[in-house]
């Protein structure tokens, strides 16, 4: 039996997808324990890329169990019309598995999303506006449908009338939106309940019984530390916990069974959304960070946010999800640059900050200390053992396993399967 989960170190977009999609070769069942359809893992094989929102990476692999775990905000619109994409280029679907216990993504979820994120004005969060906030809000509030209610016609009958009532009324009265109108509200989501009918189950107890049988399970994560709901840039976070420790929550397995972590590290720094960014570049730097790594959004398309990486953010992501080692991934980004700079620390009103300031007001105003580096001035894209890296290279990557105290498990040089330096030969 091993466990292992693969966790954001940053403010998400750190190309989890590819590293979780390497490791699910080995791993009998690949898991997607919190998060929505807000999240998008791109994995490239053989030149051909795969945009996946709910869907577990490890999809592209026959005979493995992809399961969608009780922590999901699950979209069934979403789903399926990944389901019918993936289909269509031949991926066989027969191993997925949705939680019974998961929450349900409704219509009004996604529009009261979109409004009430407007309507906080300059405060507001930069949404991607896909209803997973208000889900676990209704998850909380105790007025949530799950994934089993959506199987019952009745359950969901009377559960979708009481709810669309409350809402409609927020709606109108709130926002000035329309009202939604619950009869096809309803038509359409038992039409999606039948289809999905064959992959819903006890997730929970499927997965402690293939922990029992030794199974290889890789808990896959999504957004990032940064955007943890307790431990991020509160309130422009997310609404649930990518940390290592949400995989209690979000899939019913105890952290004692837990093995190893993998955070994924991105070689600089991007963020998406409001809320503060130490070591953003609001210059020609942040452009050709953007235009070289096209970094815009899987799902939204936005442009993102981009600067130097920060390994104050990863140090702190270490220590709140116990990370055993590190893939570090964009590497092959840097290739051109003359210098590349790392933020070691940061300084506030004079003095050096040993920790991740609570306050937003502290972090907006904090000054990165950068210690620069030599670029390598060359492609790295061929590289396939890390001895054969450029000095410059291994140079920086050796002092952001120093800075941040966490072992080099994983060097990604490049988007394909193929393009990648493993180091650490436990992970599984």
Known sequence: MSCVVVTGTQWGDEGKGKIVDYLAQQANVVVRFQGGSN???????????????????????????????????????????????LKKRGIDLSGIRISNRAHVVLPYHRIMDGVGDEARGKEKIGTTKRGIGPCYMDRDNRIGIRVCDLMDKDELAKRLKENMARKNKELQALYGHEPLDYDAVLAEYLGYAERLRPYVCDTIALLNEEIKAGSKILFEGAQATMLDIDYGTYPYVTASHPISGGVGVGAGVAPNRIDKVVGIVKAYCTRVGEGPFPTEQLNAIGEKIRTDGHEFGVVTGRPRRTGWLDACVVRYAGLLSGIDYMAVTRLDILDDFDEIKM?????????????????????????????????????????????????????????????????????????NRDETIVLAKDIF
Not at 59 to 78: E, R
Not at 365 to 389: H, M
């Open 343 to 415: 933020c070691v620390a940061y300084k506030y009103k004079g003095e050096i900050l040993n920790e991740i300031p609570a306050s937003l007001k502290v972090l907006a105003k904090v000054e990165p200390v950068y210690e620069t580096f030599a670029g390598w001035k060359t492609s790295i894209r061929k590289v396939r053992s890390y001895d054969d890296l450029p000095e410059k290279a291994k140079q920086y990557l050796t002092r952001m396993a120093e800075v941040t105290g966490i072992a080099l498990g994983i060097v990604s040089v490049g988007p």
């Open 39 to 85: 999240a998008g893992h791109t994995v490239v094989v053989g030149g051909e890329a795969y945009k996946l929102r709910l869907m577990p990476s490890g999809i592209l692999y026959k005979g493995s169990l992809c399961v969608v775990g009780n922590g999901v905000a699950f979209d069934p619109m979403i789903m399926l019309e990944e389901m019918d994409a």
